[in-house]
T-cell receptor, first 113, second 112 residues
Framework: NAGVTQTPKFQVLKTGQSMTLQCAQDMNHNSMYWYRQDPGMGLRLIYY???????DKGEVPNGYNVSRLNKREFSLRLESAAPSQTSVYFC????????????FGPGTRLTVT | AQSVAQPEDQVNVAEGNPLTVKCTYSVSGNPYLFWYVQYPNRGLQFLLKYITGDNLVKGSYGFEAEFNKSQTSFHLKKPSALVSDSALYFCAVKRGYSTLTFGKGTMLLVSP
């Protein structure tokens, strides 16, 4: 099992450009999450999908959109990138919400100039 | 609202010595508590969790954590540190079906 995979690993965007970060899991998990990690701020939840067909905002959703394409895939879209979105983005999944731990992908390092 | 505090940005310990990484939390009701570790340029890896039951929880790589309800703490411990334990450690809390809230992280540096 590959676990949680993310593409791309690195990306540089200019202000105003758009892009989609891809995430897939092969563990048959119901719940998927998108976080951003910034120095000294821990991980902050952007959006999550508790189950296929549902998505909800997290702590910092502004400037982002998500799509739960199917049970395996959960994408994050930046419609008009801003320098404040420079960060490392992690996708995670868990069997379902509640007491289960989350499994994380390797991350995407995004720089917006 | 729920929150996690990791009061130390960095913990330094010599190899072979015991280590403690501190975590306190604030949540209404019964908490679910987690510890994750992040090695450089990697995603987070689950170490251990407390859901209910025994206050002392054992996890991966010889780590353990003690849930203390009166002090609202969930400190991570290991009896004998290894250089390979050097990494960034995150404590996280949730309640029921709420989302997970992470602390800011503590860098653990184990010197040979």
């Amino acid at each position: 099992n590959a676990g949680v995979t993310q593409t791309p690993k690195f990306q540089v965007l200019k202000t105003g450009q758009s892009m989609t970060l891809q995430c897939a899991q092969d563990m048959n998990h119901n719940s998927m999450y998108w976080y951003r990690q910034d120095p000294g701020m821990g991980l902050r939840l952007i959006y999550y999908s508790a189950s296929e067909g549902t998505t909800d905002k997290g702590e910092v959703p502004n400037g982002y959109n998500v799509s739960r394409l199917n049970k395996r895939e959960f994408s994050l879209r930046l419609e008009s990138a801003a320098p404040s979105q420079t960060s490392v983005y992690f996708c995670a999944s868990s069997p379902r919400d509640g007491t289960y731990e989350q499994y994380f992908g390797p991350g995407t390092r995004l720089t917006v100039t | 609202a729920q929150s996690v505090a990791q009061p130390e940005d960095q913990v330094n310990v010599a190899e072979g010595n015991p280590l403690t990484v501190k975590c306190t939390y604030s949540v209404s009701g019964n908490p679910y508590l987690f510890w994750y570790v992040q090695y450089p340029n990697r995603g987070l890896q689950f170490l251990l969790k407390y859901i209910t039951g025994d206050n002392l929880v054992k996890g991966s790589y010889g780590f353990e954590a003690e849930f203390n309800k009166s002090q609202t703490s969930f400190h991570l411990k290991k009896p004998s540190a290894l250089v390979s334990d050097s990494a960034l450690y995150f404590c996280a809390v949730k309640r029921g079906y709420s989302t997970l809230t992470f602390g800011k992280g503590t860098m653990l540096l184990v010197s040979p």
